[in-house]
């Protein structure tokens, strides 16, 4: 609990609080007709949460890792590349932003009737369980290179990860509403009161996710192995297993360094 005394922790969670409210709400306002303008169909907020991302990657990404997305933070929770603490109390901001980004633009606007482009919806040429399928995979890939660039930076690559992060968000199928973001359903539910299979839009993105996140690190990123999976299903410490895939040494010669490391700090801390 030492952490709830920590001022970088409540940045991160105001930082995705923030993040969230202007991914939501740049979406939403992609998504409204302005006065007597036909729909925009489902480019302009494909582009708008495309850009917002990259952008939020910037401002936010040394804070909290600008991941404004449940489903996201859920997979990094199934991982082990978050605590339960942190993960828990970034869901709560990033929903709590989500409803107060999609409450000000419904504030705004001066048709309120037009708050139902607000709603991710299942078409009515679908039903639940596909537009589920549709979400599990939309999210798979967003996920997927969310992991896969994390796992470049870890190793210094140049590659520009934002750029590709925010163009992995422009994929969904518009088929489904392409959510891939439970809470940015979940914001414009609480402002409208539609709740009409809104369950698919948190089963499904969490789904994707969590496969997603599971099997870049445990199966495709350079540090997967047996004994990576292993640590992870039996709470073990993921780093040191990750060192030693990496650097080819054996568990035993890292663990023993990873102790001196610890106790080396402690003393300097003393």
Not at 59 to 86: H, K, M, W, Y
Not at 117 to 141: G, H, M
Not at 143 to 162: A, H, L
């Amino acid at each position: 609990m030492a952490e709830l005394r920590s001022r970088q922790f409540w940045r991160a969670m105001v930082a995705e609080l923030l993040g969230t409210l202007v991914l939501v709400s740049a979406v939403l306002g992609a998504s409204v007709p302005g006065p007597g303008e036909a729909p925009g169909g489902p480019l302009y907020p494909a582009v708008a949460v495309g850009v917002v991302i990259v952008a939020l990657g910037h401002c936010f990404g040394e804070i909290s890792g600008a991941q404004v997305n449940p489903a996201l933070t859920l997979a990094l929770l199934a991982t082990r590349r978050l605590d339960v603490l942190r993960a828990l109390v970034y869901i709560i901001a990033q929903c709590l932003g989500a409803s107060l980004g999609a409450g000000a633009l419904y504030l705004a606007l001066p048709f309120k009737t037009t708050a139902d482009y607000f709603v991710n919806r299942v078409p009515l040429e679908l039903n639940a369980a596909k537009a589920l399928c549709i979400e599990v995979l939309c999210t798979f890939q967003m996920v997927f290179t969310v992991f896969s660039v994390e796992d470049q930076r870890r190793r210094e690559s140049p590659e520009p990860g934002n750029l590709a992060i925010g163009l992995a968000h422009t994929a969904g199928a518009r088929f489904s509403g392409a959510s891939m973001n439970p809470a940015r359903s979940f914001g414009p539910a609480i402002i409208t009161g539609f709740w009409e299979d809104h369950w698919v839009y948190w089963i499904g993105p969490v789904l994707g996710a969590i496969l997603a996140g599971v099997s870049h690190e445990f199966f495709f990123a350079r540090s997967a192995s047996r004994q990576k999976l292993v640590a992870c299903l039996t709470c073990k410490d993921i780093e040191i297993v990750e060192t030693a895939s990496m650097t080819g040494s054996s568990l035993s010669t890292v663990t023993q360094n990873a102790t001196r490391a610890k106790q080396a700090n402690k003393q300097e801390n003393n």
